[in-house]
């Protein structure tokens, strides 16, 4: 089984100011990790994956995301936040790479809320 | 980008009645799509996934009785709800993977949010 943790319902950050979402994960084999975000009443939308490679994941909107295997950990990151970038933001993992194969599971997901 | 749409993106209805809700992938082909049912402030819980040409699979605890899944084509899949009740209002996304999935990406719809009375 695999599962995914979001310990923060909520994270308040002043605008300009670095970003950090927290994630980890628990998975029986290679993790696939992916982040995304979600507006009021809309779908969600892909912000970043880790396959393999780099731990160090760059993706849209200037985020990035560390792979950190030892701890289990999928962190989403920006370094200065922006008021637009409030939204709703959800950690997944899939246990395998193919998404015509494999199953996401979501992470309850964090409110990030970026103040003037 | 790869676009999914739902219809209606919204919908009303009374208790007892049925509601189809579509899914469509507009400029490529999906052999998969997933339902999901997301409750106000919640996580996106899987129901079902739904493979062309061949019966949806359901997660545990999803009636596939009352929740019918239809893919009948590579660039559509329908839900319907059967029977609604007021415990069946909620948000429905799905999403759709390309046939040619080498990027392991998948594609949300907008969602359709389910109101019955």
């Known amino acids: 089984a695999q599962s995914v943790a979001q310990p923060e319902d909520q994270v308040n950050v002043a605008e300009g100011n670095p970003l950090t979402v927290k994630c980890t994960y628990s998975?029986?084999?290679?993790?696939?990790l992916f982040w995304y975000v979600q507006y009021p009443n809309r779908g969600l939308q892909f912000l970043l994956k880790?396959?393999?490679?780099?731990?160090l994941v760059k993706g849209s909107y200037g985020f990035e995301a560390e792979f950190n295997k030892s701890q289990t950990s999928f962190h989403l990151k920006k370094p200065s936040a922006l008021v637009s970038d409030s939204a709703l933001y959800f950690c997944?993992?899939?246990?395998?790479?193919?998404?015509?194969?494999?199953?996401?599971?979501f992470g309850d997901g964090t409110t990030l809320t970026v103040k003037p | 980008g790869a676009v999914v749409s739902q219809h209606p993106s919204w919908v009303i209805c009374k208790s007892g009645t049925s509601v189809k809700i579509e899914c469509r992938s507009l400029?490529?082909?999906?052999?998969?799509m997933f339902w999901y049912r997301q409750f106000p402030k919640q996580s996106l819980m899987l129901m079902a996934t739904?493979?062309?040409?061949?019966?949806?699979?359901?997660e545990q605890g999803v009636e596939k009785d009352k929740f019918l899944i239809n893919h009948a084509s590579l660039t559509l899949s329908t839900l319907t709800v059967t029977s609604a009740h007021p415990e069946d209002s909620s948000f429905y996304i799905c999403?759709?993977?390309?046939?040619?999935?080498?990027?392991?990406?998948?594609?949300f719809g907008p969602g359709t949010r389910l109101t019955v009375l």
């Open positions: 999403s759709a993977s390309p046939l040619v999935n080498s990027r392991n990406e998948q594609f």
């Open positions: 998975v029986s084999g290679n993790p696939y």
């Open positions: 880790y396959i393999t490679g780099d731990n």
């Open positions: 997944a993992v899939r246990d395998v790479p193919n998404t015509n194969a494999g199953k996401s599971t």
């Open positions: 400029d490529f082909q999906a052999t998969t």
């Open positions: 739904s493979n062309e040409g061949s019966k949806a699979t359901y």
